[in-house]
């Protein structure tokens, strides 16, 4: 059975520092790039940034880049995310992700990935 496992979440004061981690279970994603997608309270899940398997690619969402940064540990088959300077717009269920697709327009869909993790929930204060 494929899981998706998130940790890190927790709550924060804005201008904070969280990492949250993504450990993936009953395969290899040799294959998948993987990454995160958010959801806050009344809004629809948004992409925030992904990772290719060899690590030499990454996308971000304009609203993160220079804050936040991905990066994996394929001996782990896990995936990290360091988010730096964190503002109250940050707060939102943070899910894990994987896909098969490579290129950023199919990446930055949510109905294009195959295995979701049950999200981690970050809240940030003023």
């Known amino acids: 059975q494929v899981q998706l496992v998130e940790s890190g979440g927790g709550l924060v004061q804005a201008g904070g520092s969280l990492r949250l981690s993504c450990a993936a279970s009953?395969?290899?994603?040799?294959?998948?790039?993987m990454g995160w997608f958010r959801q806050a309270p009344g809004k629809e899940r948004e992409f925030v940034t992904f990772?290719?398997?060899?690590?030499?690619?990454?996308f971000y969402a304009d609203s993160v880049k220079g804050r936040f940064t991905i990066s994996r540990d394929n001996a782990k088959n896990t995936v990290y995310l360091q988010m730096n300077s964190l503002k109250p717009e940050d707060t939102a269920v943070y899910y894990c992700a994987a896909t098969p697709y490579t290129d950023y327009e199919n990446i930055r869909r949510s109905h294009n990935m195959a295995y979701w993790g049950r999200g981690t929930l970050v809240t940030v204060t003023s």
């Open positions: 009953g395969r290899t994603f040799s294959s998948h790039a």
């Open positions: 990772i290719t398997w060899s690590g030499g690619t990454t």
